[in-house]
């Protein structure tokens, strides 16, 4: 398909998400091991070719008791974990909780966070308004309390993207060709909704959550003004300089801040995803397609998607333009420290944690107090990565712009048919990351990280969503989907062709350290309708036809130890009929590989954050871009959602506001803890 056809291609009714599966380019050359080759490093041609894998082999490689748990035994032995009546699918303008629950709209879209902050006026918006108001598309959400009960904290949420067409009045649809009616004020809008916000909230007597509006803690985080720094060995490399900064130590802002992570001293970590689609050029071939054959930084440009011209910003803004600006682009796809607490620390992009399309960035401690941090890289075919600090946690170091975030090890992920798990160190002069490769040093290593794990021979997967370590040395990874994998493109992990709804791996570290290089894996459900056969689901038989969900994206590990996972099935939405929502999913027992429906979004949305408070009382969850994905299925829509004609206006449905991305707060009726 040509790329100036994509936005008619019906299969997609977000932009963002078409311009994605336009430029996902399966250029990694690890994807050459069929289903046959794993099948026989596993079980041994011998085996296979005896016939013996029927039910049995084909269990063992990618399924786990999920697949084999009996009816009965399940329902006598464990009750579950979560303890809720599980909510009924559906798909309607507005959002649902599992009975017993509030769900209440903490923060919208446009909404003033600061003091002197101007109220949102839909109709007359300028970027110097909404520097102050609550940014667009919510994605990650954390909490840093402020006082022992909790009752006071520091809500730190992601702004991952703009969609214009229900933004802004009398757009349409942008078509990156030409982007219509796209003007500089409009364009500063939408840097301006990017980035970050840092609010106060605080509980009042009953439980209800609100903005302390005029807490000193409030402030945006944007790619039109805040000033960063870099950390780690990247920094100040001269392929990091650029005529606005000489130094190579300067960026203006964050891009594209889909999940990320708090940092044991409760700092806020927001993850780059795709950046590339930033990125402009005037150089175009015969076809009108982008021609970066001239440029210095071709090879890794091409592996990275730049420059993606998914936004009209480099046409005003030089430093998004490639053709004046080439270094640019590798001063984003960072994972970005904020320090909540102190609203004058200038933001770090840590570069230890490696170059690619940062999905999140999840933290914990291994056994002996090594910070480890889980990111996968969100791309078809592309990777899993994990850092690992090479100090240990003390007093000292536990703090804003911490050596535990510039000093360590990144790793990606190699999963063997066996069910074993390597992580292959990215590290300069490590086997074929040396000079006759193109890696000068580990600053090359790190901005050109995709290249250096093509050459370990890391295991590409299906689209690394978030990645969240458990208790006990686990970790699970959300992979979302691949329907580009073919037949002869699968691996033991990544087990099914043409994947429309991706699956969930479990690690389990050995030694149930998270610091090890080594562990185990197992498949813990593969998503979608376990009632088609064809679709090769696997959840735990005691799940409802409520409870089985396609595409996890983003998840949380609650303090009890429970694993939750919100979806995001983007043009697949109309494979499923469901809407997005939040599910919990058995990890133990009997009944792992059990998923029951607790909330689930208005059409057109997506499901991130969640994040749960300490104490269990709260859950915080975000609505994004509501109103969007998948329309044209819902209610006869016909095209894709305007500002004038959108499947919903949620949350507010004031007829005169287009949809607004909402962070929405969970709380117990009548209080106490969630789902216990
Ligand atoms: Fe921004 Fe990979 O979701
Ligand atoms: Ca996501
Ligand atoms: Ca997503």
Aim: glycine share 10%; proline share 5%; charged share 25%.
């Amino acid at each position: 398909m040509d790329r100036k056809d994509i936005l008619q291609d019906p299969s997609y009714t977000n932009k963002s998400e078409a311009f994605e599966a336009f430029d996902d380019i399966p250029t990694n050359p690890n994807l050459t091991r069929t289903i046959g080759d794993v099948i026989n490093a596993r079980y041994g041609r011998r085996d296979v070719l005896r016939g013996v894998l029927g039910v049995t082999a084909t269990t063992a490689l990618f399924g786990t008791s999920a697949m084999v748990a009996p009816r009965q035994a399940a329902a006598a032995a464990d009750a579950g974990r979560y303890n809720f009546e599980e909510l009924a699918w559906g798909n309607d303008e507005t959002h649902h909780i599992a009975e017993g629950y509030n769900a209440d709209i903490l923060l919208r879209w446009g909404d003033p966070i600061t003091a002197d902050a101007p109220e949102f006026d839909v109709m007359n918006q300028t970027a110097q308004a909404q520097s102050q108001q609550f940014g667009y598309n919510n994605d990650y959400v954390g909490f840093t309390a402020l006082n022992e009960e909790g009752t006071r904290g520091l809500l730190c949420v992601n702004h991952e993207y703009t969609n214009e067409e229900v933004m802004f009045p009398g757009l349409g649809r942008q078509d990156r060709a030409g982007f219509e009616g796209m003007t500089k004020e409009l364009v500063d809008i939408e840097m301006a909704a990017h980035g970050g916000t840092v609010v106060e909230i605080a509980q009042d007597a009953n439980g209800k959550w609100s903005l302390v509006r005029d807490s000193r803690y409030n402030r945006r985080i944007t790619p039109l003004s805040t000033e960063m720094t870099f950390s780690g060995a990247a920094a100040g490399h001269d392929r990091m300089k650029t005529n606005a900064d000489p130094t190579g130590m300067k960026v203006i802002g964050t891009i594209n801040n889909c999940a990320g992570g708090m940092t044991p001293w409760g700092t806020y970590l927001l993850a780059e995803e795709n950046f590339h689609g930033y990125f402009w050029t005037d150089v175009v071939d015969a076809e009108g397609k982008p021609d970066i054959s001239s440029q210095a930084e071709a090879r890794q440009m091409k592996r990275y998607g730049v420059p993606g011209r998914w936004y009209a910003w480099g046409q005003y803004h030089d430093r998004f333009n490639i053709d004046k600006e080439p270094n640019e682009p590798n001063r984003f796809g960072w994972v970005v420290e904020v320090d909540p607490r102190n609203p004058d620390a200038t933001p770090i992009k840590h570069t230890a944690l490696g170059r690619f399309r940062h999905e999140g960035a999840e933290t914990t401690l291994s056994k002996d107090g090594h910070l480890v941090i889980y990111s996968g890289d969100d791309n078809r075919f592309d990777y899993q990565y994990k850092y690992v600090s090479a100090g240990t946690i003390s007093d000292e170091n536990a703090v804003f712009g911490s050596s535990l975030l510039s000093e360590g090890t990144l790793y990606v992920a190699r999963f063997d048919a066996d069910g074993s798990l390597e992580w292959l160190p990215l590290v300069h002069g490590n086997g074929p990351l040396n000079t006759a490769n193109g890696f000068d040093s580990q600053a090359d290593v790190l901005i050109d990280t995709r290249l250096a794990a093509d050459l370990l021979g890391a295991t590409p997967m299906d689209r690394p969503e978030d990645a969240q370590p458990g208790p006990n040395g686990t970790a699970y990874l959300m992979l979302t989907n691949n329907t580009r994998r073919t037949a002869d493109q699968v691996n033991a992990a990544n087990p099914r062709p043409e994947s429309a709804f991706g699956h969930i791996i479990e690690i389990r570290e050995t030694g149930e350290d998270h610091a090890a290089t080594t562990g185990t894996w197992s498949i813990l459900v593969k998503c979608g309708d376990p009632a088609v056969a064809a679709v090769g689901a696997a959840w735990n038989p005691e799940t409802s036809e409520n409870g089985w969900f396609g595409s996890p994206d983003n998840c949380a590990i609650d303090a009890d130890g429970r694993l939750w996972i919100s979806t995001d099935q983007g043009s697949n939405w109309g494979k499923t009929g469901k809407s997005d929502g939040l599910y919990a999913l058995e990890t133990d027992g009997n009944l792992r590989g059990h998923s029951k429906l607790f909330f689930r979004c208005p059409v057109g949305g997506e499901l991130c954050g969640p994040y749960f408070h300490d104490n269990l009382e709260t859950l915080f969850l975000a609505v994004q871009h509501p109103g969007t994905d998948g329309t044209m299925d819902f209610k006869g829509f016909e095209r894709a959602s305007t500002f004038e004609d959108p499947a919903t206006r949620w949350p507010d449905f004031d007829p005169a506001m287009p949809p607004r991305p909402s962070v929405v707060v969970v709380t117990k009726q009548g209080g106490g803890k969630i789902a216990v």
